[in-house]
């Protein structure tokens, strides 16, 4: 068993593999240009350089999906090692205060390797049961008619990821984890912290600040580990611990720390951004609004057509492991690989007419979004689930809801996750 850290720190930049075509700077991920639509910068990677290094990020990027799908379809040659480490070097200060002894989650899945990223997984997997699912659906139908009915009370206009998008998705998974009501607050506001630490570019001040708060959030955890091994409950820390009791050489203290660690996060925030770009894409096209208002039916085929064409997840890594060569382009072992998601998901090879939304898609679920392989998103099916049955009571509590017009949509700049961070809303009285 080889444990790494969870988080890498890089210190250092990194160069263009011999032979690999440069990028200079017209790939800028982190620009406001590319964080308001990525699409056309995608487009044109796609079609001009698919396999490019991209200096300003120090990754090769690949934009096509046959290309992205082998990648993800061979982890022995692209490690998914480096998916969690901040993308950007980080200062000294903010990496002495990282190495903190104390501070010491071991990758468990999504930067785990084969074979203890299988053994893992066979635990947390288990966790995600349609027991559970039966349980967590009505509470999720629930809580959101709670929060859709304040936000009525509160009358138009309301920001509605500020009402229902940000709290929702973190209530509903740390309920099914088992973390205390009372912590909800501060820990979406370490998850906020946790995505511009390893997917933004924060200035040394603020990487400083996210450092000594990254290293609060992992004692947290340590901490709620210990209690729930001392009052277990009907959740997934106290699972994955009565496990870990049984099975102590097979799945360690330290990984169930670690797996809360990371699902803390990944459960809920892309979540939260599918749900804002779900109403950015379908307030304005009313038909299909309409449509799912009138059948309930409807709202699984928009969502998923949502997933692909104006995804929370635009990017994801990887790094080689050996020398080889990826849609014509050799690249050495130890390249960093940045995956371009959306642009995959764009892709008129495998999506006819890609850049238009089509509610009639027949194979929009040939998204990639979720990715593919050995790491396919274990919450894929629950995040549908959950997505879907919250834009369900929303189309039949407030048909009527529209975007405000002539909002600008801001977003949080960082390399891999794109919604809004708050998006007006207004509806008739
Ligand atoms: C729309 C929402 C979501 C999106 C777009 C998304 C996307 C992804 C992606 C792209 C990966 C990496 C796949 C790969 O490397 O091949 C991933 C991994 C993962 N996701 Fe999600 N995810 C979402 C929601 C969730 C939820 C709700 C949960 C848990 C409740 C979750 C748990 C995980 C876990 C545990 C992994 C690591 C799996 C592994 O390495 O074996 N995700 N997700």
Redesign the pocket.
């Known amino acids: 068993m080889s444990e790494a850290a969870y988080h890498q720190i890089r210190t250092g930049p990194s160069g263009p593999p011999p032979g690999c075509p440069v990028d200079h700077s017209s790939f800028r991920p982190l620009s406001a240009e590319y964080v308001a639509d990525p699409y056309p910068t995608a487009a044109r990677l796609r079609e001009e350089t698919p396999v490019v290094f991209a200096e300003d990020l120090g990754y090769v990027v690949v934009s096509r999906m046959a290309d992205v799908t082998e990648v ?1 379809m061979n982890p022995d040659v692209y490690s ?1 090692e480096n ?1 969690q480490d901040p993308v950007f070097p980080l200062c000294d200060e903010a990496a002495a205060i990282l190495a903190d002894p104390e501070f010491d989650p071991v990758a468990v ?2 930067n ?1 390797q084969e074979p203890d ?1 299988g053994r893992i ?1 066979q635990y ?1 997997k288990k966790g ?1 049961s349609n027991r559970r699912n039966k349980v967590l659906e009505p509470y999720i139908r629930r809580r959101a008619g709670e929060l859709i009915d304040e936000m009525i009370a509160g009358g138009p206009p309301a920001d509605f990821v500020a009402a229902v998008a940000n709290p929702l ?1 973190g209530e509903v ?1 740390f309920r ?1 984890m088992g973390f205390p009501e009372s912590d909800d607050a501060q820990l979406k506001e370490w998850c906020g912290d946790r995505l511009a630490f390893s997917w933004g570019r924060p200035t040394p001040d603020e990487q400083v600040e996210i450092a000594t708060k990254m290293v609060a959030y992992w004692k947290y955890v340590r901490e709620f580990t210990a209690r729930k091994r001392d009052q277990p409950g009907d959740d997934l820390a106290s699972e994955l611990l009565a496990d870990h009791e049984a099975n102590p050489d097979d799945l360690t203290y330290r990984e169930v720390e670690s797996i809360l660690y ?2 803390s996060f ?3 925030e ?2 939260t951004l ?1 749900l804002g770009n779900a109403l950015l894409t379908l307030l304005p096209r009313r038909e299909v609004w309409d449509a799912m208002c009138a059948d309930p039916a409807v709202v699984p085929l928009a969502m998923e057509e949502v ?1 692909r064409w104006n ?3 635009v990017g ?1 890594r990887r790094v080689t492991t050996e020398d080889t060569t990826l849609g014509g382009v050799d690249i050495p072992a130890g390249t960093q690989v940045f995956l371009n ?1 959306g642009a995959a998901n764009h892709d008129p090879a495998v999506f006819e007419d890609p850049e238009r939304y089509d509610l009639e898609r027949s194979n929009a679920r040939q998204n990639i ?12 099916m ?2 549908r689930l ?2 879907n049955a919250i834009m369900e009571t929303l189309t039949q509590q407030l048909p009527s809801m529209r975007l405000v017009h002539d909002q600008q949509v801001t977003r949080f700049p960082n390399i891999t996750f794109r919604g809004p961070s708050r998006l007006d809303v207004t509806w008739d009285g």
């Open positions: 993800f998914s998916v899945m999504s785990r990223h997984r947390t995600f998705p998974v099914f990371g699902l990944a459960g809920h892309p979540v599918y997933i995804s929370p997840q994801w998601l979004s979720f990715g593919k392989g050995n790491h396919y998103c274990l919450g894929a629950f995040a959950e997505a």
